[in-house]
């Protein structure tokens, strides 16, 4: 068949090969399956369950319902959080509603059962709440004044941005109001000398990234969720990525934040300077608070220019030590221009070879222990190409790489990368996934995997992948069921041996309400009790985000 | 049984493409440039004819600047047993390249000439059939599908055509242009990088193949295709009415 524009149908042949996965259709699912859940659960919070759906919930519509019912009636015994609701808050009556009406306009006080119950809904409607009331403000000082309100009220409050968070943070836990900042969505100015952007909080990233797409800058934050999650969520969060390695976190790449706290002050720290030793540097007790300190309004945030010369190589290493000096090799020889370096083991790759489709080994010939990706980006394609591929084949002359392909287009490239990216969603498809996002010292990292092999023998599957260049493990458990027995196996042993190790229990995913409780595990009682005195001064009702990121002992 | 494999370097497929202000063609600069996907599985094809004992060499060509050494690289390091670069700075339309080809073939001798069917920058679609009509070899477009019988010197290709598949059987020397379903081309594995190293590439320039390349083609304008535009919500069939009839003027 003779194709006169063979461009577009070579994209769309892609398409059709990637459907099915792995992008996540991050919107909200079909009223059928939300109501099965609305009935499931009432506001009990267990520990870890089975994450029902992550790329693609609506493949299976049956097999969900069926987990659903599983997963919603029990409650696991030690790892259980049962949150009682705060008498002190206020419920909300009809005076309210007609107030926010007043303040917002009717439209955007919305009470529609279909809209409730996405907004009380996590992404992995894993965590569902009741909230009876959903607001849009669209600029600060309606923010303002629906916070002034609702603390004078007593009113609870859950800041929503696009509602991906992966720990319960982002929905209600009983029937606190929601404020979604998806009506806030202006990018306000861009300085295309200094490459700073000022943006709402409201900004779907992906819209920021096509944005500056266009004028020749890139985020130096990228993630999964980038088609739904909004800045001021990533902001909250401090969201980590897939760039952390090559720019930093958002704590050096956000400049100025704009914020409303409990009371409804605005705090104006707006600011587009790289420079400003004027105080206590406020605007970072909302990064990463998970909006339990107040809600973030505005950003502005420093980009870096897009550069041209992107190569990614797929290596194999026959042990984890392997990786270790790989990983410091690489810093070492690509230096500026290494921007990913990400390691999975064969776990990782046979479920991602077993249960995805479109998957494909670039190294067939024979099975390793583990693959390591690596990405590099730059301004002159020839010497970046010529560097790294001097680079591999010392490693490989050194025998730190057994295997290795380097990608010779793009497609090649996003080929490679979908064995790292999708391992998540062939986790979803491999049956039930205890899934753990933990930060150790990169020696030791691997060394939990083997622990908890071998103390669950046959029973499981046991994963290790993530971004090791952060030293950031994603472990994961997999199972065909869920199983208390399973669970206690796995918890509190792996929080117990992450802490002995000095390492953290959420390395970029935060505490929300999954972890709250477990915060002693990475944080000293005294340095839970200076963020207890924060919480205090910024929210004395405690109407933020209630339930989460602090344990419930120390707030009440 | 010697194979030739031509390949063309192209702006990535999955580069958004941005026309000059000028409009005197697209931009370059700064893009990403990768072999063109359809050559990919031409030399695929060719490199599984030699692993299978039916070819005992595999010869890749590239025209162009200096920069297709870079794509004349990655078809060796994908297994491509030597190079041929002829290097023009100037624009090289189909009928120049085929010219090329023809005097490549004297020089080479090879039984089977494999090419994209066409390259995804210009669309052009032409190449293949203009070096078999030069060379008066029977040509078999489309291959979705290639069988080789050395003992009869034979080619057995089928075609990709609108209504169907439609199966051709070719005398060697041959030419072969390939169809996007033929194969799945193979990745450049390190060790296969370390041993293109050491390939052997050959230079000509057009002249001495004895090609002008004078063009009779003169590019007037090249344009971004009209942009579509965005959807709009109605919130009632009335309304859909009324724009279909007032706006579109469709009903
Ligand atoms: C497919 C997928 C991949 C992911 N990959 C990564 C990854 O690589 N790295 C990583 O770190 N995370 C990752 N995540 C989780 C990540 O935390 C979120 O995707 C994102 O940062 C949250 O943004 P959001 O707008 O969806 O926030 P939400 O989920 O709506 O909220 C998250 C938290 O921030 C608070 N919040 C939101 N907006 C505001 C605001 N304006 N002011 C105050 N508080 C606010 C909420 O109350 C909640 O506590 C991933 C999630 C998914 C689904």
Redesign the pocket.
């Known amino acids: 068949m003779v194709n006169r524009n063979c461009r577009a149908t070579l994209r769309l042949l892609t398409l059709i090969n990637r459907q099915g996965h792995p992008h ?1 259709p ?1 919107s909200s699912s079909p009223s059928g399956i939300d109501a099965c859940w609305k009935q499931l659960q009432r506001n009990n919070v267990h520990g870890e369950h089975k994450i029902v759906s ?2 693609s919930p609506l493949a299976s519509s049956l097999k969900t319902r069926q987990w659903g019912v599983k997963i919603q009636s029990r409650c696991y015994g030690s790892a259980s959080v049962l949150v009682q609701r705060n008498p002190k808050f206020s419920k909300l009556n009809d005076e309210d509603v007609r107030y926010f009406e007043g303040i917002l306009g009717a439209k955007n006080v919305i009470q529609d059962d279909e809209k409730l119950i996405t907004a009380n809904t ?2 992995m409607r894993k965590y569902k709440g009741s909230s009876k009331l959903l607001l849009q403000p669209r600029t600060t000082d309606q923010v303002s004044e629906i916070l002034k309100y609702c603390n004078f009220r007593c009113l609870a409050v ?9 720990v319960g ?2 929905v209600p836990v009983f029937d606190e109001v929601v404020v979604s ?1 998806s009506a806030m969505s202006k990018i306000i100015s861009f300085d295309k000398v200094s490459g700073i952007l000022v943006c709402e ?2 900004c779907i990233l992906e819209n920021i990234i096509s944005f500056l797409d266009s004028e020749g800058f890139i985020m130096p934050l990228d ?3 980038k088609g ?3 800045i ?11 760039r952390l390695l090559r720019y930093g976190s958002l704590h050096g790449n956000v400049l100025g934040i704009e ?1 409303v706290l409990a009371d409804g002050t605005v705090l104006d720290m707006l600011k587009t300077l790289r420079k400003d030793n004027t105080g206590y540097d406020l605007k970072h007790l ?1 990064i990463g608070s ?3 300190l ?4 505005k950003v502005s945030i420093l980009t870096p220019p897009k550069l041209s010369s992107v190569n990614v190589a797929f290596l194999a290493c026959k042990d984890y030590s392997s990786c270790q000096k790989l990983l410091q090799e690489a810093r070492r020889k690509l230096g500026e221009i290494l921007s990913a370096f990400e390691f999975l083991d064969s776990n990782a790759m046979n479920l991602v070879l077993n249960h995805l489709e479109g998957a494909r080994n670039p190294l067939p010939t024979s099975l390793h222990n583990f693959y390591v990706l690596i990405e590099t980006t730059g301004s002159d394609e020839s010497s970046d190409k010529q560097k790294l591929e001097a680079f591999l084949l010392g490693s490989m002359e050194n025998e730190l790489i057994s295997d290795g392909a380097l990608a010779q287009d793009i497609n090649q490239a996003s080929s490679f990368w979908l064995l790292r990216e999708g391992i ?1 969603e062939a986790l979803m498809r491999a049956g039930a996934v205890y899934k753990y996002d933990l930060s150790i010292p990169v020696e030791k990292m691997y060394n939990l995997v083997e622990e908890m092999r071998s103390r669950l023998g046959n029973d499981a599957n046991v994963v290790g992948y993530g971004h090791l260049g952060d030293g950031n493990l994603h472990l994961n458990v997999s199972t065909p069921q869920y199983d208390d027995k399973i669970l206690s196996q796995i918890e509190p042993f792996v929080y117990e041996w992450t802490s002995k190790h000095h390492g953290s229990i959420s390395a ?3 505490l ?1 309400l999954m972890k709250a409780n477990k915060i002693f595990y990475s944080k000293s009682p005294e340095t839970v009790k200076v963020m207890t005195s924060i919480k205090k001064l910024l929210d004395p009702n405690h109407i933020l ?1 209630p339930y ?1 990121v602090l344990p419930c002992s120390s707030i009440s | 049984m010697k194979i030739m494999v031509a390949i063309k370097r192209v702006i990535d497929y999955a580069v958004k493409i941005r026309v000059k202000p000028d409009k005197s063609g697209v931009v370059t600069q700064n893009v990403k440039m990768s072999m063109n996907p359809f050559c990919e599985i031409a030399l695929e094809e060719a490199l599984r004819m030699r692993e299978s004992g039916l070819a005992s060499e595999v010869v890749a060509v590239t025209m162009g600047p200096s920069q297709c050494l870079d794509t004349l690289r990655t078809g060796l390091a994908m297994g491509a047993d030597r190079g041929i670069h002829v290097d023009s700075t100037s624009a090289l339309h189909p009928l120049h390249v085929a010219k090329i080809l023809m005097n490549l073939v004297q020089i080479e001798k090879p039984s089977l000439i494999i090419l994209g069917k066409q390259a995804i920058d210009d669309d052009c679609n032409q190449t293949g059939q203009m070096v078999a009509g030069l060379l008066n070899w029977p040509q078999g477009t489309f291959a979705s599908k290639v069988v080789l019988d050395k003992e009869k010197e034979e080619v057995t290709v089928d075609r990709e055509v609108d209504d169907g598949i439609e199966t051709v059987q070719l005398k060697l020397p041959a030419v072969i242009t390939t169809d996007l379903r033929l194969n799945q081309p193979r990745y450049a594995t390190l060790p296969n990088i370390m041993k293109a190293k050491s390939k052997p590439i050959k230079k000509f320039t057009p002249q001495e193949l004895n090609v002008e390349i004078k063009s009779d083609l003169e590019i007037v304008e090249v344009t971004e295709p009209p942009k579509r535009k965005a959807g709009v919500m109605v919130s009632s069939v009335d309304e859909l009415i009324d724009k279909l009839k007032n706006e579109a003027k469709v009903i």
Do not use: Y
Not at chain 1, 158 to 166: D, R
Not at chain 1, 233 to 241: D, F, L
Not at chain 1, 294 to 297: A, F, R, S
């Open positions: 996540p991050l992550f790329f996590d992404w859950v800041p929503q941005g696009g509602n991906t968070g992966l943070g982002s900042l909080a409201g993630l999964g969720a739904s999650c909004q001021g969520g990533n902001v909250s969060t401090n969201a980590g990525g897939l914020a909302f998970e909006g339990s107040g809600i973030v309004t998540p970029e995913h935060g929300g985000n989460k």
